[in-house]
């Protein structure tokens, strides 16, 4: 801490202002862009993300209709699953962990409470459900195995129904309501951790145990799909291979026949996305060290101005006992603070900036389906700093290795 040596960096910044001034913001613009870009694309990934709320490793089937002649079937057949499908894929495909089959009302059902009535989509699920597609429970409880075993007729509403029928900040759990003229007893509430449209179709929703939609509203023995989470270290690819091949074999489908099922591999999709947001950041890292790198560039560049202009001072100050190493250090010092403050104010100013957005949509409702928790990763952009410096540093290290190298007797003889 030379007070001296601060001194005289000061006033060689002094004698050019705007050298300086430019030099210091190719560096901070460079950091400020790094870190917007990071936090522009951490908060569309985390908005993207959000409405991803179905477990990252799911495969769902459901049945279509056969596309080829097979066994004297002709094409255009149906294809209709069955409980005993169920049956089968969870006792020969032991790769599957869990088995969540599905039911659900043709079109929107009419629902009444008291005077109020409304169309909601009516689904019949398992409490396995919740392992492939997790809900905020609100109240009450969601359904259990009894719930199935009993064909019991309970239900579990969303939160936007519960507003329609029972009016908001009012409890409906033990109340009863009309689902298409059957009566059932609800007994939770439930809220989507979804975001945006996605979230809101979620909550217009009812859940009724699988068994009783089979037995109350005329589809014994049917599946609509079949949810199904593979064992740890088992590829989702592997488990919707196998239960495909099962299910056409059971229902007497040509193996090659690909139209005849419906299949949606969670697993696959995410793993594409993954790739393309990693593209994103990894080209928005690219554009940002290339400015970083300009930044380091510009520094060299003014280091050597500088020390050309002052051949005659360093020829003097050697001539005086200057060491060659005491030279170096001088050069180097004003190439790393060149870069350390302005560098430092970018990441500040970007990081300050996010900080001030996500309050602001913190203020308009947390979120959006596009967009949600712009942030920085801090670890990163230290990592990006110190990185900066020292390329700054080493930027400087040839101009002070020239100085270093300067007789005194030539550098006073400089104009």
């Known amino acids: 801490m030379d007070v001296d040596r601060w001194r005289e960096l000061f006033q060689t910044w002094q004698k050019h202002k705007l050298r300086t001034f430019l030099t210091a913001f190719g560096v901070f613009w460079g950091v400020f862009m790094l870190v917007m870009l990071m936090g522009g694309g951490n908060g569309l990934y985390n908005g993207v993300t959000s409405n991803w ?6 495969v769902f089937v459901w049945p279509q209709a056969t596309t080829v002649p097979y066994r004297g079937f002709q094409p255009g057949r149906a294809i209709h699953f069955t409980d005993t499908d169920l049956e089968d894929i969870r006792r020969e495909i032991k790769e599957v962990r869990v088995v969540a089959p599905k039911n659900q009302l043709e079109g929107r059902a009419v629902l009444k409470h ?8 009516v689904n019949g699920e ?3 459900i919740l392992q492939v597609l997790p809900v905020k429970q609100l109240s009450g409880r969601f359904l259990n195995q009894t719930d199935i075993l ?6 579990v509403i969303g939160s936007r129904v519960s507003e329609v029928l029972f009016g908001l900040g009012n409890s409906p759990v033990g109340k009863y309501i009309s689902i298409n003229g059957v009566w059932f007893m609800v007994i939770g509430t439930f809220e989507s951790y979804s975001v945006g449209e996605e979230g809101a179709n ?6 009724i145990p699988r068994t009783t939609l089979q037995h109350c509203f005329n589809q014994p023995n049917r599946v609509r799909m079949f949810a199904l989470l593979p064992q740890p270290e088992v590829k989702a690819a592997e488990v919707e291979r196998k239960v495909c091949h099962l299910l056409k074999r059971k229902h007497q489908v040509a193996p090659d026949d690909f139209g005849s099922l419906g299949t949606a591999n969670i697993e696959e999709e995410f793993s594409q996305f993954q790739k393309l947001f990693n593209g994103i950041y990894l080209f928005s890292l690219m554009v940002s060290l290339g400015t970083l790198g300009a930044g380091a560039v510009g520094v060299g560049n003014i280091m050597l101005i500088t020390v050309k202009e002052r051949s005659k001072e360093l020829g003097i100050r050697k001539a005086l006992g200057a060491s060659p190493l005491r030279v170096i250090r001088m050069v180097l010092t004003e190439a790393v603070i ?3 403050f302005p560098g430092y104010l970018g990441l500040l100013s970007g990081t300050v900036l996010w ?19 712009p942030e920085v990763d801090f670890q990163l952009a230290i990592i990006c700093l110190i990185a900066l410096i020292t390329a700054g540093g080493l930027a400087g290290l040839y101009p002070a290795y020239q100085a270093a190298r300067l007789r005194p007797v030539i550098a006073l003889k400089t104009e």
């Not at 008291?114 to 989509?121: L, P, Y």
């Not at 979620?202 to 859940?207: D, H, I, K």
């Not at 949509?361 to 959006?368: D, K, L, Q, W």
Request: hydrophobic residues 35%; charged residues 25%.
């Open 126 to 128: 398992v409490p396995e």
């Open 53 to 58: 709320n179905v477990a990252k490793n799911t």
């Open 114 to 121: 008291g005077r109020e009535e409304a169309s909601f989509e």
């Open 202 to 207: 979620q909550e217009q929703t009812v859940f």
């Open 338 to 340: 060149l870069t350390l």
């Open 355 to 373: 900080e001030i957005i996500a309050s602001l949509i913190a203020g308009e409702g947390g979120s959006s389906e596009f967009f949600s928790n």
């Open 150 to 155: 009993q064909k019991r007729k309970v239900t």
